[in-house]
């Protein structure tokens, strides 16, 4: 097996600290040691090649827990208005013009197409430093799709327990139980609840509901919690159960997010970005909302960056039960990586400036994925291509290259298509799909599934978005738990445009966010933007 050993400033995330002058020494998947540098070297590491990232931080991968990546081809929506809960903006018909109905378009597509949409919205997390994504679930031919980072919900690690999911609201007694049964299955469970402001009737319901129904166990990860008060907050901390926080999210829609106060009574609480039509394109563009949220504290109430940076690693494995093996540079830990350049001396500071620019490596079980050119030359210069393919693209002006494990679609090739697709949606039906394809010819004509199963995603928050919801059983997503609503009446698609992959590469991206009717003073104008200004 591969070893090589990694000479950098070390952020462990764990009991080591942060270690300025520290050697990662790896081993295949693995971590073998995380020293400092005067440490001699574990057996088996004698002149082993010494990659020296003096000008780096290293991190543990971060963690997404709360994504609807499905969508994440999508752009920001305006949001039209405040809403209290969420059957209030599911309902609107400018939502469903600009999101669902181009969405459910996108995701009836032919394999083709919706193996570019997880290609790309994978890239889009891998590209801000994630390495492990809540919410992207396969089916039919799911063998036949390789991903690039880990899926909580389909991990294939034995070690690594499967989450299961539900967005939907529980109320019928049915509905119930079968919920507990899940819930005694002791697998981590992700569960949307308190979905919207105190002033939602169907919220505060859903408080009662679980709270009476006894299902707040410590294998249940709460999404949202926005109608929780604070004695909610202290029986999901008696229960054991976490939160996970998505406060661009919240308030786009919502224009409320939870008090930094509850979160910090909370140990662990996990970040998540939710999906880009209102909310984070990635992991570090939604800690540095977070900050700002933070920094509307009392300076003795806040989370403080630390805090917030355990949110995406070692305190978000913890949540998911995956904290023994992921979340820490460790021994013994899983190689899931993340190498940072430099640009201030607090470490955890330098996370939360970072943007997708300052990305310099992102590993996952112990292959290098993606990063700067010259890096992942470096890096890969003796590796077993195991994931031999290779692609190219620019991001905030630095050269980047990406591993892939097979021979497409590359980005090019993926953005082709979705783009065409978003642009053409009334086109995407299976028999007119053959008119899209010169867009991604080369690829799509290799890409048909192989043998019977057809590739396709799961579809967690509707399909036509009918009202009134109703949650149904899903017996390709695991858990059987998505959620479905019988199709309406049709939805004029809108047209729509695909973004691009990062912020850093978006000039107009923050100024749009900065304009929403829904949020607080303190994130118009430039406080977003800042982050991204290219370093002087």
Known sequence: MKRCILAARLVT????????TGHLYLKGDRIV???????????????????????????????????????????LWPVPKRYTGRS????????????????????????????????????????????????????GGSTHYRG?????????????????TRVADVDSDDELKSFAEVLDSQQPTFFHWAEGTAENPSAVRQVSVVREHQLLRPNLICIHCLALTRDDHQALRDAGSHVVWSPLSNLLLYGKTLDPADLNTHHPFALGCDWTPSGSRNLLQELKVAHLVDQQQEVDQRLGTERLVKALTADAARVVQWGGQLGQLRAGYLADLLVVRRRHDDPYANLLHATEREVAAVWVDGVPL???????????????????????????????????????????????????????????????????????????ASAAPVGPAAFGLVFDMGDDLASPPQAEPAADQPGGMAMAWAPAHPTPIKPLTLAPLTVVDDPDYCTTIAQSPNL?????????????LAPQ
């Open 148 to 164: 690039l980072v880990r899926n909580f919900e389909e991990t294939s690690n034995g070690g690594l327990p499967r989450a299961r």
């Open 520 to 532: 607080p003073d303190y994130l118009r104008g430039d406080a977003l933007k800042r982050f991204y």
């Open 370 to 444: 993606y990063g700067d050119a010259d890096l992942m030359l470096q890096l890969s210069a003796a590796d077993t291509p195991i994931w031999p393919h290779w692609d190219t693209l620019t991001v905030g002006g630095v050269p980047k290259r990406l591993r892939l494990p097979d021979a497409g679609p590359n980005v090019s090739a993926c953005m082709a298509l979705l783009s065409q697709a978003l642009a053409h949606p009334e086109a995407l039906a299976p028999s007119a799909a053959p008119g899209l394809a010169p867009a991604g010819a080369d690829w799509a």
């Open 33 to 75: 040691a995380a020293q400092d540098a005067t440490v001699p070297p574990p057996p088996g590491f004698a002149g082993v090649t010494v990659h020296d990232l003096s000008g780096y931080d290293v991190l543990p991968g971060l963690m997404d827990l709360h994504n609807h990546p499905a969508y994440n081809a999508l752009p």
């Open 13 to 20: 995330m764990g009991p080591a600290g942060v270690l300025a």
């Open 88 to 139: 209030q903006w599911l309902d609107d018909k400018r939502y469903r013009a600009q999101v669902s109905a181009p969405a459910t378009a996108l995701l009836k597509a032919p394999s083709p197409y919706l193996r570019a949409l997880a290609r790309y919205v994978e890239l889009r997390s891998l590209m801000g430093g994630c390495t492990a994504l809540q919410g992207l679930s396969a089916k």
